[in-house]
């Protein structure tokens, strides 16, 4: 048990919802309590989320789906497709109840968040989080870990330990550790947050193979080599904080969407749907950051694993008259820049786009008869509809109906939380009565 002053200790937490999209499925699927359930990547074609009884099956990440595909079956393994609309929801309703239990949140991915606990006040840290764990479980349905430290790179290897040890069940306070070092030597150091592959190769050339090898390493050694943020690292592993809670994520500097087709696509008609498609919803990334682009990118490609096949893959970039986060204009811009990239004669597997040179919507300028007022009215009531009932309730005839392109998704589970028609149904029966 843990009882701090937190006066002079700032402590963190970082809380990471266990197998999320596996764990999201399951929420609504009580039957698959105990049993393995993995989750493809788009296209169905690489396992991205496991369970932990699918883990203990051997089953790896990134293995693709048709290699084992009659081993999953073998084994009663249940089989999804990446749920994206789902898996987003649950995610906000994480969040939610994290920002609803404590003032300071990070959210830093789709299933992490870091936390700062308020100062001036005690906390036996375990209890605290045993009681945030039940309170996340009880709401949503979600399992998570929860790992307390005095820095948020000591919080991720805290949490680490929370997950992979059950006797600490979900919860680790690193704060509460009598010797961190212990804990650290047993850490590899491509584990660390923030320390990539081509670091570790540098790291371990120099005889630093462990968390507890990198936090004594020498400061302007890690300064020449890993930069002031690999120094930043090294110190947050001494108990220094230095990456302060960011309540606000920095607004991105490039948007992408793209994703691969479900089948070859030839026809220009097609590709001018799936393009339309990607700009609308990167334009809505766009937008909900409040940014404004200058350029944007378009691209096109086959599949580079048929090289029997004729092969074409290539980008356009187009500048815009003026900087706007407007589907309308945007969607123009793209389709004049796909015109010019088509080649008929090549099955294509992939089409995307990019928006660049992003600035905050603020620094535009504006012209006297300019106008971008009712457009970005248009915008607002369409993001405004789309967020209450459900993405492409409003969309943009040009991005098309059947889409037939679309990447597979034959596992694919019911939106059970945003959409009406597909709502789970209760049935109860009660005696007596």
């Not at 600490?168 to 804990?183: K, P, R, S, W, Y």
């Not at 500097?253 to 498609?277: C, D, M, N, Y």
Request: hydrophobic share 40%; net charge positive.
């Amino acid at each position: 048990m843990s009882s701090i002053n937190l006066k002079s200790n700032r402590v963190y937490a970082l809380v990471d919802c266990n197998n999320f999209f596996a764990s999201c499925e399951r929420v609504f699927r009580p039957d698959l309590k105990g049993k393995p359930v993995v989750v493809l990547s788009n296209n169905d074609g690489n396992i991205i989320a496991r369970s932990n009884e699918a883990k203990a099956l051997g089953i790896k990440m990134a293995e693709p789906y048709f290699k084992i595909e009659s081993f999953l079956k073998k084994n009663g393994v249940a089989v999804f497709s990446s749920n994206y609309t789902l898996y987003g929801d649950m995610s906000h309703r994480v969040m939610s109840v994290l920002q609803h239990l404590e003032p300071e949140v990070e959210i830093y991915s789709i299933d992490e968040a870091f936390i700062s606990l308020p100062e001036g006040k005690e906390f036996d840290l375990a209890k605290h989080g045993q009681n945030m764990r039940n309170t996340v479980r009880q709401w949503t349905g979600i399992p998570v870990s929860i790992g307390f430290a005095p820095t948020k790179t000591l919080a991720k290897l805290a949490n680490r330990v929370a997950k992979k040890n059950p006797t600490h069940q979900g919860v680790f306070d690193l704060t509460a550790h009598g010797n961190m070092d212990e804990i650290l030597a047993r850490i590899e150091v491509a584990d660390v947050w923030g320390i990539g592959r081509q670091y570790t190769k540098k790291l371990n050339s120099q005889g630093i193979f462990t968390a507890r090898d990198l936090k004594y390493a020498n400061d302007n050694w890690i300064r020449k080599h890993l930069s002031v943020m690999g120094l930043r690292t090294v110190w947050e592993l001494r108990g220094i904080p230095c990456i302060p809670i960011d309540d606000a994520p920095p607004a991105k500097k490039g948007i992408v969407t793209s994703k691969s087709f479900g089948r070859p696509v030839t026809s220009l008609e097609e590709l001018q749907e799936a393009v339309a498609t990607y700009v609308s919803r990167a334009a809505e990334k766009l937008r909900s950051q409040q940014s404004i682009a200058n350029c944007l990118h378009v691209f096109l490609a086959t599949n580079i694993f048929k090289p029997e096949k004729p092969q074409y893959s290539k980008s356009i970039m187009v500048m815009l008259l003026e900087p706007t986060s407007s589907t309308t204009v945007l969607i123009k811009y793209a389709l004049k820049g796909l015109k010019e990239l088509y080649r008929p004669g090549y099955d294509f597997q992939k089409a995307g786009v990019m928006l660049a040179e992003i600035m905050p919507a603020s620094c535009r300028q504006r012209s006297l008869f300019d106008p971008i007022r009712s457009d970005n009215d248009l915008m607002n009531a369409l993001d405004r509809i789309n967020r209450k009932w459900g993405a492409n309730t409003v969309r943009y005839a040009v991005s098309g109906f059947k889409k037939s392109w679309t990447f597979r998704r034959d596992h694919l589970s019911r939106a059970y939380t945003t959409k009406w028609d597909q709502l789970p149904v209760v049935k109860a029966s009660f005696p007596g009565i």
